[in-house]
């Protein structure tokens, strides 16, 4: 168990639709990360926030967007849904904005 | 753009011995460099890690090298148990670029009782 808590584990909605993700990151943890996992991307960056300011952007789309909240959980909201926004969406934390990242165990998004 | 590569789809070990996992990075900046493990269903659990001022890093059955100048990094399990059996990922990272993971496609590992 690696501390931190992602919800829901499954997602399953239709295009054009829009939903949230959350994350919970470990006891302490004030960096928050979240990654996609796609099966022909592999595991990609989305975006970083450290304690409630977004510190770095990775490839995401204009659809997405993420924030941090003063308790430091974070959310990820994903809109206009496409079929290829259908992966797993994980999310990650850091005592500071270095050192090792651990993984929550994801939300798998399926989009009909 | 790959920066990160692990070119052995999958590794066949036999319990016991030496588990060798590879792993390229082709940019420079890269200054941090983890192993994960991951099994189905599961999120990435972190194994190892090692700094670019270092060359070696281990724990207990796990020892990471790392060649600055190869670009080249290596994970040695041994030895190697059924339990070792899953996915694992090189990551790399760099502090000018905000300390995000840039993972390789990653490498099964089967250990064979």
């Known amino acids: 168990d690696s501390g931190v808590t992602q919800t829901p584990k499954h997602l399953i909605t239709a295009t054009g639709q829009r939903v949230t993700l959350r994350c919970s990151p470990r006891s302490g943890d004030l960096s928050v990360y979240w990654y996609q996992q796609s099966l022909d991307q592999g595991l990609q960056f989305l975006i970083q926030?450290?304690?409630?300011?977004?510190?770095a952007k990775g490839n995401i789309l204009e659809r997405f967007s993420a924030q941090q909240f003063p308790d430091l959980h974070s959310e990820l909201n994903l809109s206009s849904l496409e079929l290829g926004d259908s992966a797993l969406y994980f999310c990650?934390?850091?005592?500071?904005?270095?050192?090792?990242?651990?993984f929550g165990d994801g939300t798998r998004l399926s989009i009909l | 753009d790959q920066q990160v590569k692990q070119n052995s789809p999958s590794l066949s070990v036999q319990e016991g011995r030496i588990s060798i996992l590879n792993c390229d990075y082709t940019n420079s900046m890269f200054d941090y460099f983890l192993w994960y493990k991951k099994y189905p269903a599961e999120g990435p659990t972190f194994l190892i890690s090692?700094?670019?001022?270092?060359d070696k890093n281990e724990d207990g059955r796990f020892t990471v090298f790392l060649n600055k100048s190869a670009k080249h990094l290596s994970l040695h399990i041994v030895p190697s148990q059924p339990g070792d059996s899953a996915v694992y990922f090189c990551a790399a990272s760099a502090a000018e670029y905000g300390n995000k993971l840039v993972f390789g496609a990653g490498t099964i590992l089967r250990v064979k009782s």
């Open positions: 990650a934390s850091s005592v500071i904005g270095s050192g090792p990242q651990h």
């Open positions: 090692i700094s670019s001022i270092k």
């Open positions: 926030y450290y304690n409630g300011e977004e510190r």
